[in-house]
């Protein structure tokens, strides 16, 4: 009986051991706006469905504010979009459950990036994100890294 409480202690322990600092930690939703509203970012990858776009947008500066404003500006051209993370599963603050959220009404490239994006990574310097369109199954792949 000793072994067995002792064996269930031990493999409880483990589990507590490899759970992600994201599981454990309700702020992550906190941590991604932080991290995009410190700064300026640039697209270096952008793929949509069956071919990469990234030089949609080359030479565009995107500041995420913390009004959930979305900046792009290059040279002339200026912008505004909205952006917001959500928690798609109110029963915690997963990475894997936030949903990073872009929308432009303009111009046509940019409307390619108005979708509800699943975080795949993040880091201070660069956030990379996926979408799956629920209509014909493609997958867009969009990589933010700051300037």
Not at 118 to 131: G, P, V
């Amino acid at each position: 009986m000793n072994k067995l409480l002792l064996f269930i202690s031990a493999v409880s322990f483990l589990g507590t051991l490899s759970c992600s600092k994201d599981d454990n930690n309700p702020s992550s939703k906190n941590m991604v706006s932080n991290t995009v509203s410190g700064g300026s970012w640039r697209i270096t990858y952008f793929f949509d469905t069956d071919k990469e776009e990234t030089d949609h947008f080359s030479g565009y500066v995107f500041t995420f504010g913390s009004n959930g404003i979305l900046t792009a500006i290059s040279g002339v051209n200026t912008y505004t979009g909205s952006w917001n993370v959500t928690n798609s599963n109110s029963s915690d603050d997963n990475l894997d459950d936030l949903d990073f959220s872009i929308s432009f009404a303009a111009p046509s490239d940019f409307e390619e990036l108005s979708e509800d994006w699943e975080i795949l990574s993040r880091t201070d310097n660069k956030i990379e994100l996926r979408h799956v369109s629920g209509g014909n199954g493609g997958t867009d792949l969009l990589t933010f890294e700051k300037n």
